[in-house]
């Protein structure tokens, strides 16, 4: 009998949130049990069982946007059931599961992830970057008045899908802190990650009002921090360089079939991260 013969196919439920959480400890992910639940209740995560009853092994979850686009992330595999084509295997009931909904599957693909995923028929779309760094508060943090209603429909216009389920969801977490523009017309959001803050997703009117928000993000934050950059940016890209922040990781944004969310918007400046776009 083949190994992966010796699977259980499974839909994860709340209850299976911590297993999901140590697949992506294992994997030095910065996903949070928060974040387990929100793919769990708003969208669906596939996964694979050693028998009926045995420890998950792998997993890969579809996450459906408003406007027709469905996410599809946390690949996850079991180093000692890795190269056995499990990960192939879900990532084919993702793209069923959304295209069934008439969604556009995308996804950040790290390099050696883009090749597989370029055979299936995604295309590339952007180039990104991971951003690492250790900061230390030099300002005081103070609540943003910000509401879920405004920052999802700034979201909206950079990304052409919706996502509000997500962006309140953000908001409601503990420990997250919201930055918006002056006018009202920009956001940044820092969340509280596994390993590190995330900051993300960031939306302004240009790089320059882009830029402000980021440093007044990263002034009111301590310890260690990930963003992901489109490579576009280039005034972002220097000062995180010039604040000490290193390249950790590269992805490309694709897709199978046409998605405003797979080309760089104007507005949008920092991403909510490759599980969620």
């Known amino acids: 009998m083949a190994p992966s013969e010796a699977l259980t196919s499974v839909i994860l439920g709340p209850d299976d949130v911590p297993e999901g959480l140590a697949l992506s400890d294992a994997a030095g992910w910065n996903q949070t049990a928060d974040d387990w639940r ?3 209740t ?16 792998a997993t890969a979850a579809a996450l459906p946007y408003e406007g027709g686009i469905g996410w599809v992330s946390m690949v996850l595999v079991n180093p000692a059931w890795q190269h056995r084509g499990l990960a192939t295997a879900l990532m084919a009931r993702c793209v069923a599961h959304l295209r069934s909904l008439g969604a556009t599957p995308v996804l950040d693909a790290t390099p050696a992830g883009q090749q597989a995923y370029l055979r299936i028929g995604f295309e590339d779309g952007f180039a990104l970057a991971r951003w690492e760094g250790t900061v230390t508060a030099s300002e005081p943090h103070s609540a943003a008045p910000a509401d879920a209603v405004t920052v999802s429909t700034l979201d909206a216009r950079a990304n052409g899908c919706g996502r509000g389920f997500l962006l309140a969801d953000f908001l409601r977490r503990s420990g997250t802190r919201v930055g918006l523009s ?11 990650g596994r390993r590190a803050t995330q900051i993300g997703p960031l939306v302004a009117d240009d790089e320059s009002a882009a830029l402000s928000l ?23 890209r220097a000062w995180l360089e010039q604040a000490g922040f290193v390249r950790q990781r590269s992805f490309v944004r694709m897709s199978l079939g046409p998605a405003p969310i797979a080309s760089v918007n104007d507005r949008l400046f920092v991403l909510a991260g490759p599980e969620f776009g």
């Open 182 to 192: 002056p006018a009202r017309t920009g956001f940044v959001i820092a969340r509280e």
């Open 38 to 40: 929100l793919f769990i």
């Open 214 to 236: 980021l440093q007044a993000a990263v002034a009111r934050l301590n310890g260690r921090v990930f963003l992901d950059v489109p490579e576009r940016w280039a005034a972002l």
């Open 42 to 57: 708003q969208g669906r995560v596939f996964g694979l069982r050693d028998g009926d009853a045995g420890p998950l092994v």
